[in-house]
């Protein structure tokens, strides 16, 4: 007997409902409703299938899709800081890891990331009963999120959804729908996304996809074969030893997966022919005569006059095809006319790789492997279940190349940004990444906790920052033992070529936005007169607080991010203004003027309204309304004031 569960189980009689509801269930489960509620509507149909009155068409629904739709487009007023402290090698990568709530921060880079990213993989959390789900707490006026994500560095703990909530599969539809409708708009025309998942919500996840991306734009479902040995838990009697990858692109008439390289070993020119290396293609057909008529005939060899009989599924191309190929001298003839003739496939004229498989990925590698990892970067196990980087340098690999930018939003431990520096090291192409994981807090009685890492976060950094030390000192040896200078080096090859070795990144944080918010209260005990005063002041203290006290490099990085720079801007000073401290802000694509003093010069605000070629952007509170009409009227959108 089991009280923990139910507490009120032994006291209450007996729940005839809840039995008749079970009854009903067992006889007819389609009356219900994935979340195992009785659907009413269904219920009236059959009794009385002319009261209810609806229009029928194919979609996918759950509870709260449309609040989460609304959500995902909703601006948000949050900002990222730049974390000195914990980045590495900054100016070496344009690499990123951003720490806090995912749905805020892809809002953020929504703008200056947008169809930038080439490829996305994800393996977010999968709903197995007592798996957590995001949740959505993180509104500037919803004072939860903001304390647990940092403030109170305690990290931020997140809903559980378990099988007895009747919202269970609905909670997690919600949670992905917001954060992939955004994550489309990142992904270029190009693009390719990966998603990790398993039985519980493949299905759901597919249909999903379907909404977000066009069913069209569906590339496979790859089968890993993530366990080695059975799992002898199970009370189904399957071990379950898969899990899946979703593979979706942004459009399909791009192809996504560049697919197995060919085995050139295979191609050869025995007779010279000037076309270059070649193998013998089949050319017996597919079809019976009854299905294509036109592919069942007699094939001649013009020169030797031999007679090869149509096969029984004939051909696979028709006699004009044919006819072409002979006469561009393409078919192998057999010497004897039960043979049956072949075709010339040269190298030269087919694409680099053929398609692969989707049956497998990974074919090998295990969740195992990514605990060993783990295990070899940490000396411990601090994180649970990891992906192994390989299998997802398995997949990236597939789509990126020289300068594209991989994107997790679940990072996780980080495996995601170890497999794209792998591939940077090994395949000479400088990948960028950006990483996002959330603040989430680690059980105080994990080897993570008592090792020091008091968030997920924390190891995310922690684990990137480690490959990276690997990978400069197999740099190093590999430069001491040649006894030759860097320049030869594949790091410092790349270093020339691109003019970034990729081995860092840079680390930014959620927080409030630096801007004034309005948490004005009236006092109903005062007068309406009394209440408005107390708002002016109110504003007031508000804007001197933004002047006073702000941090001036997390203002310019909320301002240059709310104006569509990515977050590898560079800022120089413009010493030909003397009156004003004026930066120039660009991020290699977008550029801006901007000035944060207190106070615009008059001499300042003269040479923009004559040197109109530049846009600018100034704290509102510097200007008079003189000053802030001159620069609107000359230099009109260039111009904005913050």
Known sequence: MNIQNNPLENIQTHDWNKERLDKIKELMPDLFTNEGKLNTNELKK???????SETERYEFRWFGKSKAKREAFTPTDATLIYDEARSVNPTESENLIIEGENLNVLKLLSNSYREKVKCIYIDPPYNTGNDFVYSDKFNQDKKEYW?????????????TNVETDGRFHSNWLNMMYSRLLIARQLLRE?????????????????????????????????IWKSRQNKDNRTITGVSVDHEYIICYTRNFEHRALKGS??????????DNDPRGLWVSANMVGLKSELERPNLHYDLIDPKSGINYSRPTMGWRYDKNTMNRLISEERILWPQLSEGR???????????????????????GIFTRNGTSEIEQLF??????????STIIAELIDQVVENGDIVLDFFAGSGPTGQAVLNISQQNGRLINYILVQLSEATDEKSEAYNAGYKKISDITIERNKRVIKIIEKELQDKADKKKEELPFDVAAEQTQRYGKSGLGFKVFKLVKSNFPRVEFAPDPEKTEDENIELLKKYIRDKEAQLVSAFNRDELITEILIKNGFKLNYTLTKKEEFKKNEILFATDGEKETLICLDVVIANETAEHFKTHIDQKLIVLERALDTTKKWNLKHYMGEKFKAF
């Not at 390289?261 to 025995?270: F, L, S, T, V």
């Open 46 to 52: 059959l009794v009385d299938p002319d009261s209810v």
């Open 147 to 159: 304390e647990d994500a940092e403030v109170t560095e305690n990290g931020y703990r997140i809903d």
């Open 190 to 222: 190009d693009g390719v996304m990966f998603i990790s998942i398993d039985d519980n919500e493949v299905h759901h996840l597919r249909k999903l996809c379907d909404e977000v991306f066009g069913e069209e734009n569906f590339v496979a479902e790859f």
């Open 261 to 270: 390289e060919r085995k050139i070993e295979q191609y050869a020119n025995p």
């Open 341 to 363: 003739p072949r075709r010339k496939v040269f190298l030269n004229e087919l694409d680099e790789n053929l398609p692969g498989f989707s049956s497998i990925v990974g074919n």
């Open 379 to 388: 000396k411990q196990r601090v994180f649970d279940f990891p992906k192994p």
